[in-house]
C-alpha cells in the first residue's frame, strides 16, 4: 500500500543548552510516523509509543484479519464485544457523525474499497454501484451497548477519518504520565504537540500547499494537535479528472466540496482528525458555520482556487511561508 508521508513540516529553531532529543519511526496506520521526545527518560517514551500504536492499530485495522474492528465488520449482524478503546473510539466518531450531520461518516468504508484506495486498484465506480454503495452508509445503524458493537450484516465500519487523532491524542496522555514535558508526534498528517519546544517558544507547524512541495503557512502551537485533510494526500487519475480518498457520504463518491485541503487545530486530537473530513467535505461556507457554534477548535481552510482563509482564533498565529507572501487570507470572524 502506498506509504504516506507526514503532510506538515514541522520546523525547529533550537538555541542554546537543549535537552537531548531522541527520535524514532515506525510505520503504522498505513503512513510514515516520526516521534521526536526531549528528555532523560526520551529512549524509554519512544518504545512505549512504537509499540502503543501498533497494538492500537491491531485494534482499529479495517483490513487485518485478526483485528477486533475486523471482527465487528464481519459479525453478520451479531453484537460483537470489543475492548474499551475500540468501544470509545467508536462511540466518540459517532457523536462527531451526529454533530456533523453525517458529514463525516463511518461506515463509508464500502465505498472506499469501490473506489480501489485500500487495495490500489483504482477504478470509477458505474452511477448504479454509487446509488448502491450511498443507501448503505448510514451511522445512524451503528448499535453501541456495554462495550458491545452491532452492525447490520454488509454495513462496516471505518475508523480512517479520527484513528490516527485518537491515537496521538492517547500517546500524548501517556507521555505525559510517564514525565514528558516536550515532544511532537508526527502521525501522518496528523501532528500532536506535547507543551512547548525546548526553548519554550511554541511548536511551529507548516501546512502544505496542496497543489505543491512546499507549504504554504506555519502555525504556532502548544500542546495541541494540528491535523490536515486534503485531495492531494491519496487520489488518482482518470480521463484528466482527480479522484481522491475523502468520500461524501451521500454519493459515495469523492467530495466536491471547493475545498483542496481543511487543517484543524485543537486540544483533542480525535476530534481535530474528524473535523478534518468532516469540513472537506461540507465546503468552505458550511465549515465557516460549523466552526462559529463550535468555539473548541480553529481552522484553516484551502479552496481549489488557491484562497486561503483562517478562523480568528490562528489570526496571530500564523505566518505565510517565502513565496506565499502575496497571498491573500480571509480571517473568518464570529
Known amino acids: 500500500m502506498r506509504k504516506l508521508f507526514p ?5 525547529f529553531l533550537l538555541t ?3 535537552p537531548q532529543a531522541y527520535s524514532s519511526q515506525t510505520f503504522a496506520m498505513d503512513t510514515l510516523m516520526q516521534f521526536t521526545i526531549y ?4 529512549q524509554e517514551a519512544l ?6 500504536i501498533q497494538a492500537l492499530e491491531q485494534l482499529f485495522s479495517v483490513t487485518r484479519t485478526q ?3 475486523y471482527a465487528v465488520n464481519h459479525a453478520r449482524g451479531e453484537w460483537t464485544a470489543v475492548p474499551e478503546e475500540l ?9 462527531l457523525c451526529r454533530e456533523t450531520g453525517g458529514a463525516l461518516d463511518l461506515t463509508a468504508y464500502p465505498a472506499v474499497r469501490a473506489w480501489g484506495f ?3 486498484e483504482y477504478r470509477v465506480p458505474d452511477a448504479e454501484t454509487l446509488e448502491e454503495l450511498a443507501a448503505c452508509i448510514d451511522y445512524s445503524r451503528v448499535e453501541l451497548e456495554e462495550n458491545r458493537i452491532r452492525l447490520p450484516d454488509g454495513m462496516e465500519l471505518d475508523f480512517g477519518a479520527t484513528a490516527k487523532g485518537y491515537a496521538g491524542e492517547v500517546l500524548a496522555r501517556e507521555l505525559r504520565e510517564m514525565g514528558v514535558e516536550c515532544a511532537i508526534l508526527s502521525l501522518g498528517g496528523n501532528v500532536q504537540t506535547i507543551g512547548s519546544r525546548p526553548t519554550g517558544d511554541p511548536w511551529r507547524v507548516g501546512v502544505q500547499d496542496p497543489e505543491g512541495e512546499d507549504y504554504l503557512l506555519v502555525l504556532s502551537v502548544v500542546d495541541q494537535a494540528v491535523v490536515t485533510s486534503g485531495g492531494y494526500q491519496r487520489f488518482f487519475e482518470e480521463n484528466g479528472l ?3 480518498h475523502i468520500m461524501d457520504p451521500d454519493t459515495a463518491a469523492p467530495a466536491r466540496s471547493g475545498l483542496s485541503s481543511v487543517t484543524i487545530v485543537g486540544d483533542s486530537g480525535t476530534l481535530c482528525d474528524g473535523l478534518s473530513t468532516a469540513l472537506f467535505v461540507m465546503g468552505r461556507e458550511e465549515a465557516a458555520a460549523y466552526w462559529r457554534a463550535h468555539p473548541e477548535f480553529e481552522a484553516v481552510l484551502v479552496s481549489e482556487d488557491g484562497s486561503i482563509a483562517v478562523t480568528e482564533g490562528l489570526e496571530d498565529r500564523f505566518v505565510l511561508n517565502t513565496g506565499y507572501e502575496d497571498r491573500d487570507v480571509e480571517v473568518i470572524r464570529r
Do not use: K, M, V
Request: proline share 0%; charged share 20%; with cysteine.
Open 47 to 52: 518504545a512505549h509509543a512504537s509499540a502503543r
Open 67 to 69: 483485528s477486533e474492528t
Open 39 to 42: 528528555g532523560r527518560n526520551g
Open 16 to 18: 542554546g543548552c537543549q
Open 118 to 120: 485500500t487495495t490500489g
Open 242 to 244: 482527480r479522484y481522491w
Open 87 to 95: 468501544y470509545e473510539l467508536a462511540a466518540r466518531t459517532l457523536d
Open 7 to 11: 503532510l506538515f513540516l514541522c520546523i
